[in-house]
């Protein structure tokens, strides 16, 4: 079969492994061709390719980001878009597409699979937050950069006796502060899921450091909400205007954060802004493998003929489920890790 492979979305690392892997066992097992469509949906949309053999993928493992490059293009915002992709599908002659990506990305498979068009999707998100799949790659890298960062972070501000605000990125779902969070004995973890109670925050580090505890880590997810009064909640935001599918640009609520904490308590407060540290350089073994493992279980739901299906990780085995059931929802922190952190904090105090 001769079939396209794209990345769209925020990359992360183990991109890369899922690529090497479809593109070998696609070769060595299937006897198929490949064509790698260059960042996004916007290189299928203007036939811009890469070729996308084993001499393409030799060496590529280790390396983060993606060699296919990626973009936030909506190629379903196009009044042309479909058009325009079956044109490219005709010309180069494809049975099949490779969408690895996150639900914005997913969100266009499914379209063009409505519309008949061959296509398989594979999860990828730092996030974490993808419905239908325990684990995406690249989440394991994070949260390592993560924990490192607040493991630093530790003994800065307790040579100073400051509270450090660490910023870690999560839009909707607060898995990389959880988790880093968890893993780095943060004093306090905030997230998406529970919009924030700033007093309750600053209680909880006054109580600490009344009990001699003089410094004090906070891990905020960036798209963790506080109250505005009568409007309810609301991010912070990093810019104005939102990208090609509606998502504003989030960022700086660990400098709002710090402000606040700073004048409530009188404490000397600190931010660090992690942002996209998170999302580069080499993965981990656990994404290099899980990226792999992906890989190959995509290349094979193409052979099974398992259009409009995403590759999917259920407890430690890879399976698929509908790209429709994947893009229905996030899969936001559950009450089993928010238990866990519950069971290591201190009780939030006033
Ligand atoms: O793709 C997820 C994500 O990493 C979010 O956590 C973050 O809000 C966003 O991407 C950042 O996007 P960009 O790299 O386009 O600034």
Redesign the pocket.
């Known amino acids: 079969m001769k079939i396209g492979l794209l990345t769209g979305?925020?990359d992360?690392p183990g991109l890369n492994a899922v690529i090497r892997a479809v593109v070998r066992k696609g070769t060595n097992y299937y006897g198929d061709s490949f064509i790698g469509f260059l960042e996004g949906w916007r290189g299928v949309l203007d036939n811009k390719t890469m070729t996308l053999d084993l001499a393409a993928v030799n060496g590529i493992l280790p390396i983060g980001g993606t060699i296919l490059r990626t973009s936030?293009t909506n190629a379903t915002k196009q009044p042309d878009g479909l058009a325009r992709i079956e044109a490219t599908f005709k010309k180069n002659g494809l049975d099949a597409l490779i969408a690895i990506g996150?639900d914005d990305t997913l969100g266009v498979a499914k379209k063009l699979d409505d519309a008949g068009v061959k296509v398989v999707g594979c999860p990828k998100?730092?996030?974490n937050d993808l419905a239908g799949t325990d684990f995406t790659f690249g989440f394991d890298t994070a949260v390592g950069i993560a924990t490192e960062c607040i493991d630093r972070l530790h003994t800065t501000a307790e040579s100073h006796n400051r509270v450090i605000v660490v910023e870690v990125?999560?839009?909707d779902a607060g898995w990389i502060a959880m988790y880093a969070g968890i893993a780095g004995s943060a004093d306090v973890i905030l997230i998406p899921e529970r919009p924030i109670d700033l007093a309750a925050v600053c209680g909880t580090i006054r109580k600490q450091h009344d009990a001699g505890k003089l410094y004090s880590i906070v891990v905020v997810a960036?798209?963790a909400k506080v109250a505005t009064g009568a409007a309810g909640e609301s991010n912070v935001l990093a810019a104005g205007g939102v990208?090609e599918f509606g998502?504003a640009?989030?960022g700086g609520i660990g400098n709002f954060l710090a402000t606040e904490i700073e004048k409530r308590t009188g404490y000397e407060t600190r931010s660090a802004i992690l942002g996209?540290i998170q999302?580069g350089g080499t993965p981990s073994a656990f994404d290099r493998v899980l990226g792999t493992r992906y890989g190959l279980g995509a290349i094979d739901l193409v052979h099974e003929g398992k259009f409009g299906q995403m590759v999917s990780l259920k407890g430690n085995k890879i399976t698929s489920i509908p790209l429709a059931e994947a893009i229905a929802s996030n899969r936001r922190v559950d009450q089993d890790l928010m238990s866990v952190a519950e069971g290591v904090l201190d009780k939030p105090a006033k």
Do not use: A, F, Y
């Open positions: 979305g925020g992360c936030r996150g998100t730092i996030d990125m999560g839009r960036e798209g990208d998502h640009r989030l996209h999302r």
